[in-house]
Nanobody
Framework: EVQLVESGGGLVQAGGSLRLSCAAS????????IGWFRQAPGKEREAVSC????????FYADSVKGRFTISNDNAKNTVYLQMNSLEPADTGVYYC????????????????WGQGTPVTVSS
């Protein structure tokens, strides 16, 4: 039903920036939330950020506060994650997910998922 496509990942040097995009399709409802996760090899998936469709709710992991900014463009059904001052610890596959609100998306366990886009930060 719901389809999510991540893009924008790549290889960047420490201190650089990337902007990830998550394009959602296959739904007609107006109220939802999209969040970002990341996973490094051998580690658990980490909640990174989330935004509600109306923009009223945002969430950032402590590890990315002040460096990452989440935003949405509802006309395009797209959420962006602007990542600045990237560090090697930010390396991983970044996934976006969608559910009814940020709590459900990030911790409910039943969100729709994209395929991920890899981010590698070199030192």
């Amino acid at each position: 039903e719901v389809q999510l496509v991540e893009s924008g990942g790549g290889l960047v040097q420490a201190g650089g920036s990337l902007r990830l995009s998550c394009a959602a399709s296959g739904f007609t409802f107006d109220d939802y939330a999209i969040g970002w996760f990341r996973q490094a090899p051998g580690k658990e998936r980490e909640a990174v950020s989330c935004i509600s469709s109306n923009g009223a709710t945002t969430f950032y992991a402590d590890s990315v506060k002040g460096r990452f900014t989440i935003s949405n463009d509802n006309a395009k059904n797209t959420v962006y994650l602007q990542m600045n001052s990237l560090e090697p610890a930010d390396t991983g596959v970044y996934y976006c997910a969608l559910d009814e609100d940020c709590i459900a998306t990030m911790w409910g366990g039943y969100a729709s998922w994209g395929q991920g886009t890899p981010v590698t930060v070199s030192s």
